[in-house]
C-alpha cells in the first residue's frame, strides 16, 4: 500500500540554525500538509498545499515558515531559524482532494515524522 | 470552544474484549468528516477509521467501528477482540466543509492488559 515518507527521522539542531524537513506523499495524492505534535500535547495543524501554493495556514505558520514543492515527488518544510519551542514532531500528511464526502478522497495519510530537537 | 473533546485521558482494557473510546465534535457546517488515527508509541499516525457527516451508515473497518450519533454530536470509536498491539494512543479528528485542515482531540491513551 502507497505510503507517505519522512526524511529524516530525527533531526537535531542549534538554535538559530535552518531546518529543512522532507516528505514524499502518496504519489496520486493532490494536497499535501504538515502537522506538529509537541511532545505530550495534541496535534496541530501547520499549513496545506494545494496546485504549487499555500491554501490555508494556522497562525503557528508565520514567516520563520515556508514550503515548497522543488520537484514532481518531494515536499519541504523549511524553518528559518529555529527556537526552542520549536522542537517537536512534524508530520507530513497528504490526502487525494479536499473534502469531497467520501472516505478515499477525504482522508489525509500521514507520514511517520521526524522529531525535530532544537538545543 | 474546543472542536474536538475527548473525555478519557486514559482506558484499560482486558485483552479479547471490546472498548468504547468516546468522541464529540462541535462544528455548525453541515459537511464535515470525522476521522480516528492511532499513535503507537514508535510515534507514527496510522489512519483507521472515517465517517462523513452525509453516511446514513455507521463506518466500520475490520475491528474498528464508529458509532456515529450526528444529532448528539458524537463519534465514538469501538474496538472490537482487544489485542495487545491495540495497546496506543487513539485521536479522534474533525475536517469541516471548506477547511483542509484536521482538528485533532487530546487522545485517549488505551493500554490492553493481558
Known amino acids: 500500500e502507497p505510503e507517505v515518507t519522512q526524511t529524516p527521522s530525527h533531526q537535531v539542531t542549534q538554535m538559530g540554525q535552518e531546518v529543512i524537513l522532507r516528505c514524499v506523499p502518496i504519489?496520486?495524492?493532490?494536497?499535501f500538509y504538515w502537522y506538529r505534535q509537541i511532545l505530550g500535547q495534541k496535534v496541530e495543524f501547520l499549513v496545506s498545499f494545494y496546485n504549487n501554493e499555500i491554501s490555508e495556514k494556522s497562525e503557528i505558520f508565520d514567516d520563520q515558515f515556508s514550503v515548497e514543492r522543488p520537484d514532481g515527488s518531494n515536499f519541504t518544510l523549511k524553518i528559518r531559524s529555529t527556537k526552542l519551542e520549536d522542537s517537536a514532531m512534524y508530520f507530513c500528511?497528504?490526502?487525494?482532494?479536499?473534502?469531497?464526502?467520501?472516505?478515499?478522497?477525504?482522508?489525509?495519510?500521514f507520514g511517520p515524522g521526524t522529531r525535530l530537537t532544537v538545543l | 470552544a474546543q472542536k474536538i473533546t475527548q473525555t478519557q485521558p486514559g482506558m484499560f482494557v482486558q485483552e479479547k474484549e471490546a472498548v468504547t473510546l468516546d468522541c464529540t465534535y462541535d462544528?455548525?457546517?453541515?459537511?464535515?468528516?470525522l476521522f480516528w488515527y492511532k499513535q503507537p508509541s514508535s510515534g507514527e499516525m496510522i489512519f483507521l477509521i472515517y465517517q462523513g457527516s452525509y453516511d446514513q451508515q455507521n463506518a466500520t473497518e475490520g475491528r474498528y467501528s464508529l458509532n456515529f450519533q450526528k444529532a448528539r454530536k458524537s463519534a465514538n470509536l469501538v474496538i472490537s477482540a482487544s489485542q495487545l498491539g491495540d495497546s496506543a494512543m487513539y485521536f479522534c479528528a474533525m475536517r469541516e466543509g471548506g477547511y483542509q485542515k484536521v482538528t485533532f482531540g487530546t487522545g485517549t491513551k488505551l493500554q490492553v492488559i493481558p
Open positions: 462544528t455548525s457546517d453541515p459537511s464535515y468528516g
Open positions: 504519489s496520486n495524492h493532490l494536497y
Open positions: 500528511a497528504s490526502s487525494e482532494a479536499g473534502l469531497a464526502g467520501s472516505r478515499r478522497t477525504d482522508t489525509q495519510y
